[in-house]
T-cell receptor, first 113, second 116 residues
């Protein structure tokens, strides 16, 4: 079975600083990996996904993530945080013929002025 | 519609009451999912439909939970004899194809259920 671990339930950065949200996965077969963002009282919006093409994936709003098989990681980064990036971020995995996503417990990002 | 639509957005139920949550997926989407998101947690899979067929209900927590999608479009999640631990956000999601991993899944805004 696959699983996802998000290190750090809360991350705070200053506006303009680097954003780094960590995600490690566990899977016995090559995974598909996703990052979703959830703003207050809203549903989940896809930021980016890895589906075995390029290991560096660029998403919306300036976010990107790099798939590192040797580290079983898929960390999310953004060079310069903006106040509007404050939200909860979820990493998710699916493998093989599984149809559903398995989510991590989420990381709440706070951006300080 | 343009996105996945869910209703009601907010529901307060007395313990023991039955509730029904509706999901209207993106038009033409084959796959439909229900997830449960407890406060401070990530979403957890409940059940999956491909058109009208419920192919996976392994995540339903008890036989009080029932889902249907009789005509392959709108889906209803029904919870009988609600209990306090059922309080959560129920997310519906859809995907254009019936195939599997790697496909983008589009989420609705959720139905917030509070059982008092």
């Amino acid at each position: 079975a696959q699983s996802v671990t998000q290190l750090g339930s809360h991350v705070s950065v200053s506006e303009g600083a680097l954003v780094l949200l960590r995600c490690n996965y566990s899977s016995s077969v090559p995974p598909y990996l996703f990052w979703y963002v959830q703003y207050p009282n809203q549903g989940l919006q896809l930021l980016l996904k890895y589906t075995s093409a390029a290991t560096l994936v660029k998403g919306i709003n300036g976010f990107e993530a790099e798939f590192k098989k040797s580290e079983t990681s898929f960390h999310l980064t953004k060079p310069s945080a903006h106040m509007s990036d404050a939200a909860e971020y979820f990493c998710a995995v699916s493998v093989g013929s599984a149809r559903q996503l398995t989510f991590g417990s989420g990381t709440q990002l706070t951006v300080l002025p | 519609g343009a996105g996945v639509s869910q209703s009601p957005r907010y529901k307060v139920a007395k313990r023991g009451q039955d509730v029904a949550l509706r999901c209207d997926p993106i038009s033409g989407h084959v796959s439909l999912f229900w997830y449960q998101q407890a406060l401070g947690q990530g979403p957890e899979f409940l059940t999956y439909f491909q058109n009208e067929a419920q192919l996976d209900k392994s995540g339903l927590p008890s036989d009080r939970f029932f889902a249907e999608r009789p005509e392959g479009s709108v889906s209803t999640l029904k919870i009988q004899r609600t209990q306090q631990e059922d309080s959560a956000v129920y997310l519906c999601a859809s995907s254009p194809r019936g195939s599997t991993s790697g496909n983008t899944i589009y989420f609705g805004e959720g139905s917030w259920l509070t059982v008092v």
